[in-house]
């Protein structure tokens, strides 16, 4: 049974920092595209940051770029996120995703948001002035 379970999030300050997790089970962690995703009250999910399990390749959005960092740890099949420099409307339900590719790179598995059905429950990060 394929799981992914985030942990991590929290209430933190404006300028704080938070590091999610997100713990892949039940499938092979090899060669998938994986995915940050958030979902603020009202509005559309969006792609945070993703990358390429095989190489380690990544993507941002550009309003997290400089801030946020995905990482993996491929042994324990754990994707993270490390946010910094934390705003106010990064306020949301962060969610991670994968979906099986042969070969990819960041840039083209943030562009593939329509294609992953692997999905955790998300945690919530709120972020305040």
């Known amino acids: 049974q394929v799981q992914l379970q985030e942990s991590g999030g929290g209430s933190v300050q404006a300028g704080g920092s938070l590091r999610l997790s997100c713990a892949a089970s039940g499938y092979t962690y090899s060669r998938h595209c994986m995915g940050w995703f958030r979902q603020a009250p009202g509005k559309e999910r969006e792609g945070v940051a993703a990358i390429y399990t095989n190489g380690g390749n990544t993507y941002y959005v550009d309003s997290v770029k400089g801030r946020f960092t995905i990482s993996q740890d491929n042994a324990k099949n754990t994707l993270f996120l490390q946010m910094s420099s934390l705003k106010p409307e990064d306020t949301g339900m962060y969610y991670c995703?994968?979906?099986?590719?042969?070969?990819?790179?960041?840039?083209?598995?943030?562009?593939?948001?329509?294609?992953?059905?692997?999905w955790g429950q998300g945690t919530q990060v709120t972020v305040s002035s």
């Open positions: 995703a994968a979906v099986f590719r042969l070969s990819g790179n960041g840039a083209y598995c943030f562009g593939q948001f329509g294609s992953y059905y692997y």
